[in-house]
């Protein structure tokens, strides 16, 4: 598979294209401009870049039509939110499970203000891997990339993302973008050829 040539901007930190991990990380200090609160149900106000935003309330309503009801369980974080996660993380569970979430202060896309956890409405297996058991799950997958929102880590891929399987995490590229992404089947990392470098 020939890396594609990148046509689109995944190095600036303002870019909807900005390619995020560990090896690749977000100015501490970054906070997005155009941050807004997601007009979908959460249990606190959860916010994105304007045009996230707006993509994903318009997945939203068309997931209600085909009876697949979402809610936002994580939007934006910032750089001081993802360094309290981790300690915690690292505090409860260790350090080797603590390197494969996705809560690395600096490494992680909800900084960006572009990625969001999504979770179903009545709140079942919230953050956990079963949520790609439900039928409704498929839905997201074929559907997702169409608002320009991709699945960002995927099954079998953490030794690529260095992020464990987590299906409920979506990240926001713009839907021409994520239409090819989609199509290839690879991660960011694979498709725009940035692996995380060995430590």
Known sequence: EEPVEVTVDID????INKLVNISYPVDPGYVPKD???VNIPSSESEYLREEAANAL???YKAACDNQVYLRIVDGYRSYSEQLSLYNYYERVHGKAYTEYVDDHPGASEHQLGLAVDLGWYNGNCQLNPCIATYPQYQWLLDNSYKYGWIARYPDKKSDVTHITYSPSHFRYVGSEEAAKIHDSGLTMEEYYNRPV???
């Open 35 to 37: 941050l807004r609160v």
């Open 12 to 15: 600036s930190d303002d870019s």
């Open 57 to 59: 309330e318009q997945m």
């Open 197 to 199: 470098k060995a430590n």
